[in-house]
């Protein structure tokens, strides 16, 4: 009856391998209750309805056929959870197994973007088959894709295989991947200091169903100063967010956990279901121990409660930990000074002496993708290649596993631009490629007008409408992430000098218009007065072979409508206009030196117009 509930609707925990798969699916539309998918689907509900388990296998596995190799990922998650439920019930773990594998190799195959959820979905029915299976190989291949789609730190969570243990470095914890009929199902590791790290386990009945337990560990400076009954109230507190449509259960006491020098919480609660369906006992530790708070949240049916308390120890008498460590205090103040000495102030000596500084005792990704991106520039920008090389290179390895809020995007931007052009400095020609491509990989937008190169060692924008090519790299400058469709910019990452570039202009009906279009926005957008106009032609470069582009190079006399202490003045601003069929693209640089003068003019050249 068990996989029948599963395959019509929702199912009861103990009959379902893994929670969240999609398996319960049901049709959202009439016509799609009369597609071809869903029809097999209900031939596979109406064997296990009827008992006849052979054959709701085979309708499972015609089902599963139907959505390979490339149909809709969501049918082929349904279809392969049907299949796995199926194989699992009947005790056929070993075919469960090679099913998951199958599904496995799919998903990594080349071209393959699995959907939201499918990879942990598909691992935790491995780690579950494998168990129940004994079979070692396979339980080691997916806790190593366990360890792969966590995307855990490496220095941070040190994963022994050997000894099958986990050990989180910061916490000083040491957890079992793997203990007696345990197994580690799930990790959402830490990637900041403010992050809670997040394990869940499963025990294993000999019969296939299971005990899950969740465990969340975090640090909070605030717990510094609280003692042991402003601690009690914290814990008291959080419980009972998470509370409040259970009923508790004081006559149901729960042990507590193994670290005598810690202050603790435990409580068992009941939550009421409707008619015909069992309760489930909600059973929670919390834990503050120095400035960390440790909780595990358990659910069982009622009628199993003996059966969880008795399983629960092994689990966490195999923990170690020895101590709870105090993170360094002054680090978040540190890194608040790092970030306002290069955001605020632009002082990017000082932001590099203090990231060096902050980063001996930086243990997170977080905390080492930022600091050493600073350090990485700042140096940089002071002329010390080896030393930057040597602070990207750690940021750019931190960075995969890293969330990008608005400050760490903004630093990844810039971790990868300047280790492009350190990369293209050395003549390591690929990894600046690479590093480009990267940092412009969204670079089409939504209307995917830019493209980049189908060669992967090619760091080129292609205009799907114009034909116009533009180097990601070139006279020192790199590109910029445009900022709509027809608008990109080009910077020196020494110098700060900027060119513009907007394309996909309507051609005014004469130079007269244009001029008055370009003094307007001089005057307007640029505050700078603008004087005198010197024409010349401007060969314009092309690949193609189709259209020879007309260009011309427009410089005009300039002066600030306002002077600026300590800001280089502006002598002249240089447009080239080249027109593309019956659009027109320009490109403007502000120079105050030959200098700059001159690498505007290597940049002209550089582009395919």
């Known amino acids: 009856m068990a996989v029948v509930l599963l395959l019509s609707g929702p199912a009861p925990q103990a009959a379902e391998p893994e929670r969240q798969t999609g398996v319960a699916r049901q049709a959202d539309s009439p016509a799609e209750q009369d597609s071809p998918f869903f029809k097999q689907r209900r031939a596979v509900v109406e064997a296990a309805q009827g008992k006849r388990w052979d054959d709701a ?9 139907m959505t390979l190799p490339r149909g809709n990922p969501y049918e082929q998650l349904d279809a392969s959870g049907l299949l796995y439920a199926l194989l699992y019930q009947q005790g056929q773990y070993a075919q469960a197994v090679l099913q998951t594998d199958r599904m496995m190799a799919l998903a990594a195959a080349e071209g393959y973007d699995p959907v939201s959820g499918q990879m942990q979905a ?11 299976a004994g079979d070692q190989g396979a339980l080691t291949r997916y806790l190593q894709a366990l360890k792969q789609e966590s995307k855990a730190f490496g220095p941070l969570w040190q994963w022994n295989t050997a000894d099958q243990q986990l050990h989180y470095q910061a916490a000083q914890l040491s957890v079992p991947l793997v203990q007696g009929r345990w197994v580690l199902v799930q990790l959402e590791p830490t990637k900041d200091r403010k992050d809670v790290a997040s394990l869940e386990y499963v025990y294993l009945k000999p019969d296939g169903r299971r005990l899950r337990v969740r465990m969340r560990l975090g640090y909070d400076d605030g717990l510094k100063d609280m003692d042991a009954a402003a601690r009690q109230k914290s814990l008291q507190q959080e419980r009972g967010i998470f509370a ?14 193994p670290f005598g020098d810690a202050v603790q919480s435990q409580q068992a609660s009941r939550e009421k279901r409707e008619e015909g369906r069992p309760d489930i006992l909600h059973l929670d530790w919390g834990l503050v121990r120095g400035n960390w708070k440790l909780s595990l949240h358990a659910e069982q049916m009622d009628s199993e409660r003996d059966s969880a308390l008795q399983q629960l120890p092994q689990l966490w008498q195999a923990m170690q930990w020895p101590k709870a460590p105090e993170l360094p205090p002054e680090l978040p103040r540190q890194e608040r000074e790092v970030s306002h000495a290069w955001r605020v102030d632009d002082d990017w000596p000082r932001a590099g002496q203090l990231a060096r500084a902050a980063l001996a005792d930086a243990q997170f990704p977080a905390e080492l993708a930022r600091l050493s991106t600073v350090a990485g520039i700042s140096a940089f920008k002071a002329g010390q290649q080896a030393e930057a090389g040597r602070y990207l290179d750690q940021a750019l390895k931190a960075w995969p596993y890293v969330s990008l809020f608005r400050l760490e995007s903004e630093l990844v931007d810039l971790a990868q631009q300047y280790g492009a052009e350190l990369a293209a400095r050395q003549g390591r020609d690929a990894d600046a490629a690479r590093l480009m491509r990267q940092y412009l990989r969204n670079a089409g937008g939504l209307q995917n007008i830019w493209v980049q190169a189908s060669d992967p060692q090619v760091a080129d924008l292609e205009n799907r409408h114009t034909g116009m090519v533009l180097p990601m790299r070139a006279a020192g400058f790199h590109l910029q992430e445009p900022k709509d469709s027809q608008r990109v910019m080009y910077r020196d990452l020494m110098t700060g000098q900027q060119l513009g570039l907007t394309t996909e202009l309507k051609i005014p009906e004469s130079d007269e218009a244009q001029e008055k279009l370009l003094r307007a926005a001089l005057e307007k957008q640029f505050r700078l007065k603008a004087g005198s106009l010197k024409k010349r032609s401007f060969t314009a470069p092309t690949r193609s072979r189709d259209r020879r582009p007309e260009g011309r190079q427009w410089t005009f006399e300039v002066s600030p409508q306002e002077s600026r202490s300590g800001a280089t003045p502006i002598k002249h601003v240089v ?17 105050g030196s030959p200098r700059e003068q001159t690498r505007a003019e290597q940049l002209a050249q550089a582009l395919s117009w």
């Open 57 to 65: 296998v085979a309708q499972a596995r015609k089902l599963l056929d």
């Open 244 to 257: 409040s449509e259970q009923t508790p259960e004081p006559g149901l006491r729960l042990p507590a956990l």
């Open 575 to 591: 447009f080239w206009i080249v027109d593309q069929g019956a659009s027109r693209a320009i490109l403007r640089a502000s120079v």
């Open 122 to 132: 598909l691992i935790q029915r491995g780690l579950t088959a494998a168990m129940m």
